[in-house]
């Protein structure tokens, strides 16, 4: 299983970042996956999960409204479109998938079967 993040970065206050996942080495379309960040000195969160199909999603409180997730089954990736961005934001966020939409559609960040790799997205004030 590899799960492979990019597209973080610096960016001033109300900017805009996409960040994308690439996976490979299961079932893709069998997996809910989402998108988890960790800033310094707090717990990793939940952020945005996307259902299997890419039917049903979930936002943290913290960003909806501002991020979008989105998944292709074609393609095996999913992107985070994340727009209005605040200093609060700041952290390494991470993309992670489960058997379960419900512990990936959730704000703690437990029961995820593999993690990629971070990315780090940074917010100016």
């Known amino acids: 299983v590899q799960l492979q993040a990019s597209g973080g970065g610096l960016v001033q206050t109300g900017g805009s970042l996409r960040l994308s996942c690439a996976a490979s080495?299961?079932?893709?379309?069998?997996?809910?996956i989402g998108w988890f960040r960790q800033a310094p000195g707090k717990e990793r969160e939940g952020v945005s999960c996307?259902?299997?199909?890419?039917?049903?999603?979930w936002y943290a409180d913290s960003v909806k409204g501002r991020f979008t997730i989105s998944r292709d089954n074609f393609k095996n990736t999913v992107t985070l479109q994340m727009t209005s961005l605040k200093p609060e934001d700041t952290a390494v966020y991470y993309c992670?998938?489960?058997?379960?939409?419900?512990?990936?559609?959730?704000?703690?960040?437990?029961?995820?079967?593999?993690w990629g790799k971070g990315t780090q997205v940074t917010v100016s004030s």
């Open positions: 080495g299961f079932g893709f379309e069998n997996y809910a």
């Open positions: 992670a998938i489960s058997w379960s939409y419900g512990l990936c559609a959730g704000d703690s960040a437990v029961g995820l079967d593999h």
């Open positions: 996307s259902s299997y199909s890419g039917a049903s999603s």
